[in-house]
């Protein structure tokens, strides 16, 4: 005879790892997991890449964990299933009608997509969300008929930027509306645009700050959408990907600690307010690993954990939800794109004027060797303490090493000046001696100690005139372009060329950043106390959409 009975509501992703949990925690329990659809446990994230052929059948996008979850860990499975209410007091949750009482509840009811609201969207029937293998089968059966190729995704976050991955792999025309005024809003500026050119590399369209005002419609489908601006885009197939919502009225319902964002709050132990219910996945709030506030997510690693502690714990066992760091890793294009921690915004607001930042652009393996591509590497930083805050990277190899590093660091509330001295594993095709990682807390924690002051893309271009640029590039470098009104001095002549330069702030730039930060140094400890350096470099100018022009002729030495 059962000795508890755990009910888990939702059979998507979440809801099957914690019955395996909990069964693997509690032999003897009855465990019922319950789920509105017909499709249980399929991997959503693994979407982009069925579009593009590199999953080619669809079914192994399905965990195949229905009958394991009911032949070996003996959970009894109710899919089609609809829970109508839940009563905490009673401990009984009403479904289909008839009362089912429990010991112990998992909430794993995931999120919801929504739906703008546009005049001739609703009831198209090539209008898909991209959030269930219903939706992806949809997609798929309408592009493979006929010549339809044509797709417009509504939203440029996360899921609409991994959409448009993959269907411009499958040799769609793509084009992404955005409302704001970027794609990726949770990247900062610079990153976001690094992502949008990629997408226009690789064949798409990125259009934003579009307000789509009306869907045309022709035999029951969205022929066309129209936009406030005039625009009119012909369309085969529109995926509605702008944003979610955590699907949690029936928690609501009962009477549970909801956030603003409806996300539902738990404790540690992923407990809800409600005693004897817990919850798990993408509808719940955790501590952030920063702030130790509540922070809501959908990433799918950070959900399976939570599944894991609430399963634990509801089947009698003792667990404890680590912070998160709220980390996402993207393939757009041909390069990856990733962050974890903080936003830029976020630091800014919780650190002030102590909220710091630097940009490096090092290279993923030793130089010597072929396709050693640059990794970007944006890390936020409190000025006083030093503390990581928060990071980003870009670059077409080693990007995920990076990111994995930095989220770490931030779980384990490391400074700038431990990311320099890390010890990380070492081998010329896989990374240089002074990891990008190193570069960027070394520089940093230069910055930090005043050592040489960094200017931000931003910082240069809000004051136009008020700072001396000088490009340290060798000739013929500069030919391609450099900031505008810059002067050229190559490094390997500033010593004898920095009594010519004029007197006020100097900002010394190069490529990437690295010939920039040395002329600093050179030129404070050579008296020139107010020179600093462009961060990130003229990369990073470019990346912001900043102009160039040709650069003015070099500064001569000084004759003997």
Not at 47 to 65: I, K, M, N, Q, T
Not at 177 to 184: A, S, T
Not at 283 to 302: G, I, R
Not at 364 to 383: F, G, K, Q
Request: with cysteine; hydrophobic share 45%; glycine share 12%.
């Amino acid at each position: 005879m059962a000795d508890r009975t755990v009910l888990i509501l939702g059979g998507a992703q979440s809801g099957p790892s914690a019955a395996a949990r909990v069964r693997e925690t509690d032999e003897r329990a009855r465990i019922i997991l319950i789920e509105r659809a017909r499709d249980l446990d399929y991997a959503d994230s693994g979407f982009a890449y069925h579009l593009s052929g590199e999953v080619p059948a669809l079914d192994s996008l399905r965990r195949g964990r229905g009958d394991l979850l009911q032949d070996v860990y003996r959970v009894e499975v109710r899919a089609g299933a609809e829970v109508e209410s839940i009563d905490p007091r009673q401990r009984r949750v009403l479904v289909d009608g008839q009362p089912l009482e429990y010991t112990a509840l998992i909430y794993a009811a995931g999120a919801e997509s929504l739906l703008p609201e546009v005049p001739g969207l609703g009831g198209a029937g090539n209008v898909f969300h991209f959030r269930t293998l219903r939706d992806l089968e949809g997609i798929v059966r309408r592009l493979g008929t006929g010549a339809a190729r044509r797709v417009v995704i509504l939203g440029g976050g996360a899921g609409g930027v991994d959409a448009a991955d993959g269907l411009l792999r499958r040799g769609c025309d793509v084009t992404i509306l955005q409302r704001g005024p970027r794609i990726l809003p949770r990247f900062s500026p610079a990153m976001s645009r690094v992502a949008a050119d990629a997408l226009v590399k690789a064949g798409g369209k990125v259009v934003t700050a579009a307000e789509v005002t009306a869907a045309e419609q022709h035999l029951s489908s969205v022929s066309a959408l129209r936009l406030a601006n005039g625009l009119r885009i012909e369309t085969d197939v529109v995926i509605v990907a702008a944003g979610l919502r955590p699907r949690t009225a029936l928690l609501r319902k009962a009477g549970a600690s909801l956030l603003a964002d409806g996300a539902v709050a738990v404790d540690e132990r992923c407990e809800t307010s409600l005693k004897g219910i817990y919850a798990c996945g993408t509808c719940v709030a955790l501590p952030h690993a920063v702030t130790s506030e509540p922070a809501w997510s959908t990433q799918a690693a950070q959900a399976d954990k939570s599944a894991q502690v609430a399963a634990i714990n509801a089947a009698g066992g003792k667990a404890r939800m680590p912070p998160v760091t709220d980390t996402i890793l993207l393939r757009v294009g041909d390069i990856a794109l990733g962050r974890t921690g903080l936003t830029r915004d976020e630091a800014a607001a919780r650190a002030g004027r102590k909220a710091a930042a630097i940009t490096v652009h090092a290279p993923c393996r030793d130089p010597y060797l072929r396709e050693a591509d640059l990794v970007t590497i944006d890390i936020y930083y409190h000025r006083g303490s030093g503390r990581l805050l928060g990071a980003e990277a870009a670059g077409r190899a080693g990007v995920d090493k990076r990111l994995d590093v930095l989220a770490t660091a931030l779980r384990g509330g490391l400074t700038v000046d431990d990311l320099g001295g890390l010890d990380l594993a070492y081998a010329p095709a896989y990374a240089p001696a002074r990891d990008p990682v190193n570069v960027a807390g070394t520089v940093a924690a230069a910055v930090r100690s005043g050592a040489a002051p960094a200017l931000s893309v931003e910082d240069i271009a809000a004051r136009p005139g008020a700072v001396t640029l000088v490009d340290v590039r060798s000739e013929p470098e500069p030919s391609a372009g450099t900031i505008p009104g810059a002067r050229l001095v190559p490094l390997a002549s500033l010593r004898d060329g920095l009594e010519k330069l004029p007197k006020g702030k100097l900002v010394f730039f190069c490529d990437s950043g690295q010939r920039g930060y040395l002329a600093a140094r050179i030129a404070r400890q050579r008296g020139r106390r107010d020179a600093g350096f462009l961060s990130g470099g003229l990369r990073s100018w470019r990346a912001a959409g900043q102009p160039v022009t040709p650069p003015v002729p070099a500064t001569p030495p000084p004759r003997p």
